[in-house]
């Protein structure tokens, strides 16, 4: 049996349906890849075009694509000048009309190398409505030859229209065990798990199964802020469960960061770490978004009744909304310690 896309970590569902439908020359004209950032799907747009060109997808005991080719190799190095790349121009924050029609009259001109013609169009879901309503009749009928590969995070931005006619395929995250894999091939991350596991598994759940993200933390001063910001949250959560004295749980507030953003971005920390202390109150093998050790989420549960969770997430949801809504941050988080 053929091996589908084996550089592809996780999404092996969708890896198989792909390489199903480019193998039967089943595969639509457009896909929209939906997912965060980091989760693959610029992974995914390569390695479909690789597989759509690849000279040795039909050859039995060789993987789809064989990256060894020269089609091959020239998508996955980038210098193929077949498969295009389509963004956000640098002086603007979404994908205009200028844009689309630039495309529309690019596409008319057939393949140089290839026999597909391949536009991976980053931020899709950034694409203005009139940008979107002028790409639809290129999205309706193009060349035979041509191949969009919509990237998107908010699939509700992309018109119906669109979707309706480009299937959507949904990224998915990696298992802590994939994360873990992937980050071992990585030589100082694999010092890191022998000197300081906790450290390294701390920074296994901080990648939340996205690859993008697990990359980045390889990097050792990312790495070092991103374990100094955890280490606050869980401060906050201990206190916060342990009942601690307001003037403590306040000084804790105090060390916030004092930007709106920073500051949202730690409450959504905290809620992810009260959210697994209160799975935990249901089932004490529920699977765990923010704590790598079971354990210390498992003590810290045993400290607070459900209720008191339930009061506490909503007090912190109600303190992001506020912050996220230009609130005075000092005097939120003050009302958050006195709630």
């Known amino acids: 049996m053929k091996e589908i896309m084996p550089e592809l970590i996780g999404n092996r569902a969708l890896a198989e349906r792909l390489g199903g439908e ?4 089943k595969m639509p004209h457009a896909y929209i890849i939906c997912g965060e950032r980091g989760s693959g799907r610029h992974t995914i747009a390569r390695l479909i075009a690789a597989s759509l ?4 997808k039909n050859k039995d005991g060789l993987p789809l694509p064989c990256g060894t080719c020269e089609s091959c190799r020239k998508i996955l190095s980038g210098i193929c000048p077949d498969v295009n790349i389509v963004g956000i121009p640098e002086d603007r924050a979404t994908i205009g009309v200028e844009t689309v029609r630039d495309l529309r009259f690019d596409v008319l001109s057939a393949p140089n190398d290839l026999d597909v013609k391949v536009y991976i169009i980053e931020d899709a ?4 409505e009139p940008a979107q309503n002028a790409f639809l009749l290129t999205l309706e009928e193009p060349p035979q030859y041509v191949v969009f590969l919509l990237l998107c995070e908010n699939i509700k931005a992309m018109l119906e229209t669109v979707k309706s006619r480009a299937p959507i395929l949904r990224t998915e995250p990696l298992t802590a065990d994939q994360t873990e894999n992937f980050l071992l091939k990585n030589d100082d991350m694999a010092r890191l798990k022998r000197s300081s596991p906790d450290e390294f598994y701390e920074i296994v759940m901080a990648s939340f199964g996205k690859l ?7 990097d050792e001063k990312a790495r070092a802020k991103v374990l100094a910001e955890r280490l606050h949250v869980r401060r906050f959560v201990n206190a916060a469960c342990s009942h601690t004295k307001g003037e403590e749980l306040l000084e804790i507030l105090q060390k916030f960061p004092t930007s709106r953003t920073e500051c949202t ?3 959504s920390l905290i809620l992810l770490a009260l959210r697994d202390l209160a799975i935990l109150k249901r089932s004490d093998e529920a699977q765990l978004c923010f704590y790598h050790d079971r354990s210390e989420a498992l003590e810290l549960s045993d ?3 459900l209720t008191s969770l339930f009061d506490l997430i909503a007090a912190c949801e109600r303190a992001s909304d506020a912050i996220s809504r230009n609130a005075n941050i000092k005097l939120t988080l003050t ?4 709630r």
């Open 303 to 305: 400290h607070i009744t």
């Open 53 to 56: 060109a690849c000279e040795n």
């Open 125 to 128: 879901d950034k694409m203005t």
């Open 335 to 338: 009302n958050l310690t006195l």
């Open 22 to 25: 480019i193998l039967a020359e």
């Open 212 to 218: 993008g993200r697990a990359l980045e933390l390889t």
């Open 265 to 267: 971005d730690r409450l």
